[in-house]
């Protein structure tokens, strides 16, 4: 997921990757990192990825026979 503006914009778009994450059945499974992947000197114009490492929290449901 990306975050544009300053870092202060990142916990905005980090708390909707925490809740689909949780919402698809993945939790986490180590430390999230940000990564800049443009950084001008404008604070407000720089583009982040923020990363998170997750696993399976739940089984995924088996489909039925056809």
Known sequence: MTSRGSMD??????????????????RSNGYPRKVSLERPGNADDRVTALQAPVTRARPIAAEPDR
Do not use: F, H
């Open 9 to 26: 914009a990142v916990l905005p778009t980090a708390q909707p990757l925490a809740r689909w994450t949780d919402a698809n059945g993945y």
